[in-house]
């Protein structure tokens, strides 16, 4: 996994105590053996920027995430992040899910305000180590997909494909953060390209959920209908969004056109950017995402210097979809 992967969330790991046996007859104590390696999943969560929600890391057991109240749990930063650490050191697949807390937040990028976060969206991982699961939209897409089947890691991995092949032409990477990560890699255009892309069609997915008619709900009502609140129209978008895919494998071909007409759609020129700065905390920049000098101008505000924002803003200009 590139560099994306290793993004500023805290990462806290539980190391199991090996034992040491003595030597027959009172020599001295056996060398301790290695200590196993913490297992964990990391990551962060937006549509936009998921606030004080609660989190769940649920292994997959026999095809299936296991109940929740055996999962392991957290609960979202003011940055989106969160991290969970297995204590049996579960190496398996697994399902990550965010749900709504008592004061749960999602920021709506089209105004940099922050809405109630009341749905949830998920993200499945085929297996553990120390691994980053960032939860978005997309990884939503994935999680609705590997549902339909007995997930594995395989199916799992199977499904993450089918998203990223369905919206290649948004640019769509799940291991890309949903947010400019400039203390990390800073020096990392490719990275920095990658996430501001992320950027860019989360907040089309905000914009598409309150102004376009090709999103509906289950029962075929617009999400922007007339009197719907933003939160409403957010989860309506991301509901449609994960019904797009019809098996772990595929997507249906109609829906997912609608999809991508709806989002292609909007013109990014006023996009609230969340960057996390090179001192660690996150700042909101806004910017038009199809112009070189306001995105040159947000990296510029947000502490890059002048001639990096340039150079990467270039780079970051030709790998934007």
């Known amino acids: 996994m590139s560099k994306i992967a290793g993004m500023a969330f805290v990462l806290v790991t539980v190391s199991a ?42 292994r997959i057991i026999n095809g299936v995430p296991e109940p929740d109240a055996s999962c392991a749990s957290t609960t979202t930063g003011n940055d989106g992040s969160y991290s969970v650490t297995f204590s049996d050191n579960y190496s398996g697949p697994a399902m990550v899910k965010i749900m709504p807390g008592v004061a749960s937040t999602m920021m709506d990028e089209t105004t940099g ?21 960032y939860v978005t939209p997309f990884s939503e897409m994935a999680a609705n997909a590997a549902s ?21 032409t948004l640019g769509i990477d ?27 069609q989360l907040t089309r997915v905000a914009m598409a959920a309150k102004n376009s008619n090709l999103l509906k709900d289950a029962n075929g009502v617009a999400c922007n209908a007339s009197g719907t609140t933003t939160s409403q129209q957010f989860a309506c978008a991301v509901a449609a969004m994960a019904g797009v895919m019809n098996s772990y494998v595929t997507a249906d071909a109609t829906k997912s056109a ?36 306001s995105m040159q101008t947000a990296m510029q505000k947000a502490g890059m210097a002048v001639t990096s924002a340039a150079n990467t803003v270039t780079v970051m200009m030709g790998g934007m979809r």
């Open 148 to 168: 339909m089947t007995a997930m594995d890691a395989t199916k799992i991995s199977q499904s993450i494909a089918a998203v990223q092949s369905a919206m290649s």
């Open 258 to 293: 609608n999809m991508l007409a709806a989002l292609n759609a909007q013109n990014v020129t006023g996009a609230n950017m969340p960057i996390l700065m090179a001192d660690g905390t996150m700042g909101m920049q806004l910017a038009d995402m199809t112009s070189s000098a």
């Open 17 to 58: 105590l090996a034992g040491c046996g003595g030597s027959g007859g009172g020599g001295s104590a056996s060398p301790a053996a290695a200590l196993p390696a913490a297992t964990s999943v990391s990551g962060t969560a937006a549509k936009g920027i998921i606030k004080q929600a609660n989190v769940l890391v649920c």
């Open 113 to 133: 305000t922050d809405v109630a976060y009341t749905m949830t969206m998920r993200a499945v991982v085929p297996s553990i180590s120390r691994t980053t699961a």
């Open 174 to 200: 799940l291991s890309a953060m949903p947010m400019v990560d400039l203390k990390d890699n800073g020096s990392d255009s490719a990275a920095l390209t990658m996430q501001a892309n992320m950027v860019k």
